[in-house]
């Protein structure tokens, strides 16, 4: 079964600019997560997706920070204009319903570094 | 005070040896329990879920007490491969869906 996909693996942007972080969960799951990672910190939830329609948002940063999942299968995740605070590894991860049980599956994460 | 909190280590080990780590929570309505394994520049992966009767996965046991609000990993005859960082991780949902919430992970260095 293959596993959560994303890309780019690796971005390198200045800061003020934009960037956009896509992922494919794994076939069938409904739910999908996208986490921030800063070094030496837990991952931290950003936004979660039941489906196409969002289930928890309320640790993403709207006013520059936005995420998509229209189709509810793909996602992206854009930060725009991103700041040098934004640096972190940016990880999506899927679970099959989202229930209370449900295990979570890590992506490869993609590693941000804003110059 | 932090939602879930661990010591950061690093717990610097020889290989056989037994290690504990513990972690804190602030919720006490939270619901369920786990730890994470991350190796360096990868993703976490599930290495076992908690329940309250403590449960085990061969060398490895994870213990939860509610009434302290404290969750426990104990691994014994460790391995150069479980060199990692593990991470503390507490369900704070409360809609039926999954919230989790990470510690920073402690890190564990297992020595020849």
């Known amino acids: 079964e293959a596993g959560v996909a994303q890309s780019p693996r690796y971005k390198i942007i200045e800061k003020r600019q934009s960037v956009a972080f896509w992922c494919n969960p794994i076939s069938g799951h409904a739910t999908l997560y996208w986490y921030q990672q800063i070094l030496g910190q837990g991952p931290k939830l950003l936004i979660q997706f039941q489906n196409n329609g969002v289930v928890d948002d309320s640790q993403l940063p709207k006013d520059r920070f936005s995420a998509e999942r229209l189709k509810g299968v793909d996602s992206t995740l854009k930060i725009q204009p991103a700041k040098l605070e934004d640096s972190a590894v940016y990880l999506c991860?899927?679970?099959?319903?989202?229930?209370?049980?449900?295990?979570?599956?890590f992506g490869p994460g993609t590693r941000l570094t804003v110059t | 005070r932090k939602e879930v909190e661990q010591d950061p280590g690093p717990f610097n080990v020889p290989e056989g040896a037994t290690v504990a780590f513990n972690c804190t929570y602030s919720?006490?309505?939270?619901?369920?329990f786990f730890w994470y394994r991350q190796d360096c520049r990868k993703e976490p992966k599930l290495l076992m879920s908690v329940y309250s009767s403590g449960n085990e996965d061969g060398r490895f046991t994870a213990q939860l007490n509610r009434a302290s609000q404290y969750i426990s990993l104990l691994i014994r005859d460790s391995k150069l491969s479980d060199s990692a960082t593990y991470l503390c991780?507490?369900?704070?949902?409360?809609?039926?869906?999954?919230?989790?919430?990470f510690g920073t992970g402690t890190r564990l260095l297992v020595s020849p």
């Open positions: 991860a899927s679970s099959l319903r989202g229930w209370q049980a449900n295990e979570q599956y």
């Open positions: 919720n006490s309505a939270s619901q369920s």
């Open positions: 991780v507490v369900n704070m949902g409360n809609t039926g869906f999954q919230k989790l919430v």
